[in-house]
């Protein structure tokens, strides 16, 4: 469970303070998929780079499981974020690295597990993804698609609770979406994944969604289960 209490968010630009995030209460249930829906500046990103202190809230609480990520030390705040994923528009690929590198990194930063014991998990988790005939390959010779199930793979490595996506589809065709969609869903059931996942596009929020925070400027101006947050379209 990902808990927001009376979290908000200012960034300090020149002299100037910009509020990103009013205070906002949240609850998100473990085995979730969970969307953040707004336009542009309406704070989504700042949202999900809490929950994994990309980003210090300015106030309020964050608790993950009952734990306050707001409170972590540094050695606490790394074991942390083993138990997230993040996936990203852009991929964020090692370019120079092959794919089954790019998939072990978090475990070879992790650094608590043997050169045999990475290559056996990054062989699985290439084959869950369907790339196991891609290892060798570098991210420049992949499509879009390939790309984003290999950050999914990465994402997954450390065998986290929660997944973050940050417009994970938003680079990808139509086609290609459905697919990266539908393993998310398949990835959700099987390994009981709590998924937040922003999104500009409605249908993706339709499509795998089973609730949805409609944010405006700043603030969470909607939640709820999908159904009943677009009754009215
Ligand atoms: P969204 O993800 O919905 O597009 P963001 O969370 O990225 O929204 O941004 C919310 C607001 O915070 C915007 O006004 C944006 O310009 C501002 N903002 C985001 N990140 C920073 C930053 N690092 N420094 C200053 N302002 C920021
Ligand atoms: P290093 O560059 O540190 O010597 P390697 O190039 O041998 O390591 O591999 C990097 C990591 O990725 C290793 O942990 C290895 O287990 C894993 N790995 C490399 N190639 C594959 C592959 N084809 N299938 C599965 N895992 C692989």
New binding site residues.
Partial sequence: MIEFERVHKT?K?GGRE?T??EPCDLQIPQGQIFGLI??????????LRLINRLEEPSGGRILVDGIDVTALPAKGLRQFRQKLGMIFQHFNLLSSKTVADNVAMPLKLAGEHTAAEIRTRVAMLLARVGLSDHADKYPAQLSGGQKQRVGIARALATSPKILLCDEATSALDPQTTAQVLQLLNELNRELNLTIVL?THEMDVIRRVCDQVAV?DA?QIVEQGPVAEVFLHP
């Fill in positions: 960034y630009v910009i990103a995030l707004g336009h542009s500046g309406a704070g989504k990103s700042t949202l922003i944010m700043g």
